[in-house]
């Protein structure tokens, strides 16, 4: 499984190389600031730090198997991360119908306590900010065009 693992990062950091290529053909800065290529390049130059720490901690491991060179979640841990999954797609799928206001604070008073939140306060300050604050940053201040969804929440 070793060499699975520097095979699949190896694949990870050509298509991190040739997203970079590709952000590199857009311009980088623009007058109001940083152009349409300059987060895709930085995240595709991250991407291939990545998977050249990956190939290289897998390589460094000598003679270990897959278990061995990366520690695999157990099934309580694959249960929440399948769980946090699911929640953001259907999350995505809601969010055109109900809008981004009612999907973000459903989404974060469901995610919190999936990934260990448990104190109700801090749940509920979460999802209100989470969403209805992150809707008037975005929608007001910024101009960014967000769902609003049937019920004009």
């Known amino acids: 499984m ?3 693992w520097q095979a699949a990062g190896a694949c990870f950091f050509i298509l991190f190389a040739l997203a970079s290529a590709h952000a590199l053909s857009l311009r980088l800065q623009d007058a109001l600031g940083p152009g349409p290529g300059f987060f895709p390049l930085c995240l595709a130059l991250l991407g291939m730090g990545l998977a050249i720490t990956v190939v290289a901690e897998v390589s460094k491991a000598a003679g270990a198997t897959f278990t061995d060179a990366i520690d695999l979640p157990d099934r309580f841990a694959l249960c929440r991360i399948t769980a946090v999954l699911v ?4 999350a995505a799928a809601l969010l055109d119908q109900l809008g981004f206001r009612l999907v973000a604070l459903g989404f974060c008073a469901i995610l919190l306590p999936l990934i ?10 979460f999802a209100i900010v ?7 940053v975005f929608y007001y201040w910024l101009k960014v065009p967000l ?6 929440l």
């Not at 929640?87 to 259907?90: C, E, G, L, N, T």
């Not at 769902?147 to 004009?152: C, R, S, V, Y």
């Open 116 to 125: 260990g939140a448990r104190n109700p306060l801090v749940i509920s300050i």
């Open 2 to 4: 070793k060499r699975g």
């Open 87 to 90: 929640s953001m797609a259907i």
């Open 147 to 152: 769902p609003i969804g049937e019920f004009g």
């Open 130 to 136: 989470g969403s209805f604050g992150v809707f008037h």
